[in-house]
């Protein structure tokens, strides 16, 4: 990648040119930092800040992640247990059970009636659930189906609120660096837009911009984005009264990283023992309904 940036620039484009020719490599906001520390001559201030806030931007992605990765891992493991039990375990030894004649307690026969329904269901299911992913899948490529999958993230209790919060503080943190630096405020909202990978905040920026176009305040514009943090919107406007929205922005984006802090760590101590007790639960009705049988099988004899 560097050395087709080296060739561009032999060639005569600008660095910031020779940049934005790598979309994938090089994000809007690098690109935009780049061009204006070439006008300004102080291109290493630039690409300083643009470092600091790609390493933010990282951070911030990496804390959201580790969040969210845990819980998903131990549910699908908690599946893959219970599945194992269901499909393998439990038919074995209700067939050692069923071979002595004696009467198995209801629970057990529960148990029992589940794994042979699911045995012989379980390709219908497999497939059914396969249909579903394809079908997610296939409208989750398009940009409306994007969009209404992400807004649907953002209203998922906890984890609606860890996405607005992320949302929110790389927005703020973004907006401090390109306007500290120079860049316009509709330059930076149009940047700003790029960086952000939920559909439903970047078409809010997208409006926000258009609004501000219209001669509309940034904080009115903001505002109407309910998806943000309702604090954004409000210090947009001190920004604006005082002149400072470069430090307003900054000072906004170290808060709502605070708070996220603080979710995601709430959401870690609550998640772990909700998914050892659910799992707990479903292992522990395994044993108890089999412990009963085989009670029930001493007893007869």
């Known amino acids: ?121 379980g390709g219908v299911l497999a497939g059914s659930v396969a249909g579903v992913l394809a079908v997610w899948f296939t409208v989750r490529a398009t940009e409306k189906g994007r969009e209404l999958q992400d807004v649907g993230l953002l209203k998922v209790p906890v984890v609606g609120r860890i996405l607005r919060l992320s949302g929110t503080a790389v927005f703020s943190r973004a907006m401090q660096t390109l306007l500290a630096s120079g860049v316009s405020l509709l330059e930076a909202l149009e940047g700003t837009s790029k960086l952000l990978a939920n559909r439903r905040f970047r078409r809010r920026i997208e409006t926000a911009q258009g609004e501000v176009m219209r001669g509309t305040a940034l904080a009115t514009a903001l505002g109407a984005a309910r998806e943000f943090m309702p604090m954004l919107s409000r210090m947009a406007a001190v920004g604006e009264m005082t002149g400072s929205l470069a430090e307003t922005f900054g000072e906004t984006a170290r808060y709502h990283e605070m708070m996220l802090a603080i979710a995601v760590k709430r959401f870690s101590v609550l998640i772990e023992p909700i998914l050892i007790c659910i799992t707990g639960v479903i292992v522990g009705f395994v044993y108890i309904a089999f412990f009963m049988a085989i009670f029930a099988l001493a007893g007869s004899a």
Do not use: C
């Open 1 to 121: 990648a560097w050395r087709r940036v080296r060739d561009r620039v032999l060639a005569g484009d600008s660095f910031a040119d020779a940049l934005a020719a790598q979309p994938r490599v090089f994000s809007e906001l690098v690109v935009r930092l780049a061009r204006v520390g070439e006008q300004s001559g102080e291109l290493d201030v630039a690409l300083l800040r643009a470092g600091e806030q790609l390493e933010a931007r990282r951070n911030l992605r990496a804390l959201v992640v580790n969040a969210l990765v845990y819980p998903a891992l131990a549910v699908t493991m908690a599946i893959g247990v219970s599945a194992f039990l269901v499909v393998t375990v439990i038919p074995k030894i209700a067939n050692f059970l069923q071979a002595s004649g004696a009467e198995l307690p209801q629970m057990t026969q529960l148990l029992v009636d589940l794994s042979d329904w699911l045995v012989a269901h």
